[in-house]
């Protein structure tokens, strides 16, 4: 069965360094979003992408985090400088289309664990 | 920001009994989906309804969908020792794919 996958699984870096995730989603799907779930919490959207296009960033914090997938297929999250605050799973999910009236599951990777020291 | 709330916040049981897990939430919604988190892993969709269902079963899974309180829940009937995980209720609103997720609710199913 296809799955999303992510890496690193882990990371542990200090503040004031720079970060970046990766994720490949499942093959042929169009639509990859990144979410950030702070423990004890449910997942918050940071950013959809369809194809290679941003569709929503309204939860990203812009100043520090940058997503990009630039050939529409795999896709990176970066977060300069990484903060005490930034420390959160961060998951990446994709579904196979997810535009205008689409009603679908999306499938989730294992997540990236991000401590801030 | 969460859309939902979900209650209980956590749910301890013995296997064989049934678990019952609640999700209110705020705005309309197009449908409402139910997910499970095994501890430090990614998320596992469950079941999906649509706002113009208002009950649907999945194997042991039984989910219930009231619009007018804006409320779900979901039953896993026969729990097991495997069941233990975080269960997340996630609205879909507005015209893209857009899940706004609950706060979770955690059970513990003990043998």
């Known amino acids: 069965e296809a799955e999303v996958a992510q890496s690193p699984r882990y990371k542990i870096t200090e503040k004031s360094q720079a970060v970046a995730f990766w994720c490949d989603p499942i093959?042929?799907?169009?639509?990859l979003y990144w979410y950030r779930q702070i423990l004890g919490q449910g997942p918050e959207l940071l950013v959809q992408?369809?194809?290679?296009?941003?569709?929503?960033d309204s939860q990203l914090p812009k100043d520090r985090f940058s997503a990009e997938r630039l050939k529409g297929v795999d896709s990176t999250l970066k977060i300069q400088p990484a903060e005490l605050g930034d420390s959160a799973m961060y998951l990446c999910?994709?579904?196979?289309?997810?535009?205008?009236?689409?009603?679908?599951?999306?499938?989730f990777g294992p997540g990236t664990r991000l401590l801030v020291l | 920001s969460q859309q939902g709330e979900e209650d209980p916040q956590a749910l301890s049981i013995q296997e064989g009994e049934n678990a019952t897990m609640n999700c209110s939430y705020k705005?309309?919604?197009?449908?409402l989906q139910w997910y499970r988190q095994n501890s430090g892993r990614g998320l596992v969709h469950l079941i999906l309804?649509?706002?113009?269902?208002r009950e649907k079963h999945s194997g042991r899974l039984r989910v219930t969908l009231d619009t007018s309180k804006k409320s779900s829940s979901l039953l896993i009937t026969a729990s097991r020792a495997a069941d233990t995980a975080s269960y997340f209720c996630?609205?879909?609103?507005?015209?893209?794919?857009?899940?706004?997720f609950g706060t979770g609710t955690q059970l513990k199913v003990e043998l």
């Open positions: 999910a994709s579904s196979p289309s997810g535009g205008a009236g689409a009603r679908e599951t999306q499938y």
């Open positions: 309804i649509r706002s113009n269902e």
């Open positions: 705005t309309s919604i197009n449908n």
């Open positions: 996630a609205t879909l609103t507005g015209g893209g794919n857009k899940l706004t």
């Open positions: 093959s042929g799907h169009a639509t």
């Open positions: 992408f369809q194809d290679e296009s941003v569709v929503d």
